[in-house]
């Protein structure tokens, strides 16, 4: 059985994110989504938040209704190479969008490699309607009480409502 894991600091999961997922899940017999923190970023939502959040715009975007459904949501601390030799995980799962990704992409699969070099990456390319979708423009426009419905799920939005309050009803 080919386990992958699709790692990122979902802060907050995306439309981009779902893309990747489910386009995953055609191709491996399980799918671990595992929220990670990286020192690089500081972040908005606990690993927890962003499990939950995972977990509940899976549901709503029906993914857990799909025949093809084996998805599991984790989070681990710690070396992504630590983690995947604990769950049995072989394949590691990266999106990408631009040609900008790449050079971070290459970087960090030589590294991983280096560490692990059982450890096979799988790179799938977002769909065109996501590409320019990040977290922390998501982050940055929900700040400023803009409308981040084409980039989020339902319940993405109104967990960034709740952190950052509703500018409208502040009348912003
Ligand atoms: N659609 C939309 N946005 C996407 C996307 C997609 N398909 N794929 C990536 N992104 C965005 C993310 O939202 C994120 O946006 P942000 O920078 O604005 O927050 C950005 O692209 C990068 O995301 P991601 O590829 O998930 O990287 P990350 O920096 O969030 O997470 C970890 C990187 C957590 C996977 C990595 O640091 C890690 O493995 N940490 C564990 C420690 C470790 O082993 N480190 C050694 C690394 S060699």
């Known amino acids: ?3 992958a894991i699709y790692p990122g600091s ?3 999961v995306t439309n981009g994110h779902l893309d990747i997922v489910r386009r995953a899940e055609k191709l491996f017999n399980r799918v671990i ?3 990670a923190s990286t020192p690089r970023k500081s972040h908005l939502f606990t690993p927890q938040e962003r499990v939950e959040l995972l977990s509940r715009s899976l549901r709503h975007a029906s993914l857990d209704r799909s025949p093809l459904y084996s998805t599991w949501i984790d989070s681990f601390d710690g070396l992504l190479t630590d983690y995947a030799k604990r769950i049995g995980a ?4 990266r999106g990408l969008r631009a040609v900008a990704d790449f050079e971070f ?3 960090f699969t030589l590294a991983n490699r280096d560490m692990d070099p059982t450890l096979e990456f799988v790179h799938l390319m977002t769909g065109k309607d996501n590409l320019y979708t990040s977290s922390s423009l998501v982050r940055e426009i929900a700040h400023f009480g803009g409308d981040v419905s084409r980039f989020v799920p339902p319940p993405v939005k109104e967990a ?4 950052y309050g509703k500018r409208s009803d502040q009348g912003a």
């Open 160 to 163: 960034l409502e709740r952190k």
């Open 90 to 93: 072989t394949v590691i799962i």
């Open 1 to 3: 059985m080919c386990v």
């Open 105 to 107: 992409e290459f970087q």
């Open 10 to 12: 979902f802060d907050p």
């Open 33 to 35: 989504v595992a929220v």
